[in-house]
T-cell receptor, first 117, second 116 residues
Framework: AQTVTQSQPEMSVQEAETVTLSCTYD???????LFWYKQPPSRQMILVIR??????QNATENRFSVNFQKAAKSFSLKISDSQLGDAAMYFC??????????????FGTGTRLQVTL | GAGVSQTPSNKVTEKGKYVELRCDPI?????LYWYRQSLGQGPEFLIY????????DSGLPNDRFFAVRPEGSVSTLKIQRTERGDSAVYLC??????????????FGPGTRLTVL
């Protein structure tokens, strides 16, 4: 079974600064997807960024980028130019890409990000 | 277009009662997922539907939990003889197509269930 670990329960960053959230995972599969989701107090999970394991290039989405280290099974999220609206819970998630497997997401326990003035 | 909707937003019930939680997925999405998020935890998978059938129900914790999707659209999660440990946020998600490809799961706002 796959597991996802987020070792930082809480992080804090000043507005306009950069912060990195850590995520490690364990799997025996070679083909999979990794995601970062944002969950504000409204509870609605919002996809921030995703990475296909077969792609060596790190994904980027505007101020959000990842550092994907497949051999180390590490998938960190970097938020640049942090904004007050970035304050939320952030979850790292894994999904198998093997044919015939269920498409369920396996989530970590989350990191609460605070953004200060 | 409309996103995934869930009703009710909040549900308070007494121990031993029966509850139904509803999920209305994005129109045209064939895959539907239920997750449970306990306080301070990440969501945990419960069940996944492909069309009308449950393709994977390995996450259902016990036989008090049951889910249906009779017409391949709306789904209902049913919990019998509720226990205080069932208190959590129940999240529903849908995607256009499961299986191969990065088919994004779109989440609803969840139902917060409180069992007194």
């Amino acid at each position: 079974a796959q597991t996802v670990t987020q070792s930082q329960p809480e992080m804090s960053v000043q507005e306009a600064e950069t912060v990195t959230l850590s995520c490690t995972y364990d799997t025996s599969e070679s083909d999979y997807y990794l995601f970062w989701y944002k969950q504000p107090p409204s509870r609605q999970m919002i996809l921030v960024i995703r990475q296909e394991a077969y792609k060596q290039q790190n994904a980027t989405e505007n101020r959000f980028s990842v550092n994907f280290q497949k051999a180390a099974k590490s998938f960190s999220l970097k938020i640049s130019d942090s904004q007050l609206g970035d304050a939320a819970m952030y979850f790292c998630a894994y999904r198998s890409a093997l044919p015939g497997t269920a498409s369920k997401l396996t989530f970590g326990t989350g990191t609460r990000l605070q953004v200060t003035l | 277009g409309a996103g995934v909707s869930q009703t009710p937003s909040n549900k308070v019930t007494e121990k031993g009662k029966y509850v139904e939680l509803r999920c209305d997925p994005i129109s045209g999405h064939t895959a539907l997922y239920w997750y449970r998020q306990s306080l301070g935890q990440g969501p945990e998978f419960l069940i996944y539907f492909q069309g009308t059938g449950a393709a994977d129900d390995s996450g259902l914790p016990n036989d008090r939990f049951f889910a249906v999707r009779p017409e391949g659209s709306v789904s209902t999660l049913k919990i019998q003889r509720t226990e205080r440990g069932d208190s959590a946020v129940y999240l529903c998600a849908s995607s256009f197509l499961s299986g191969g490809g990065v088919h994004e799961q779109f989440f609803g706002p969840g139902t917060r269930l409180t069992v007194l």
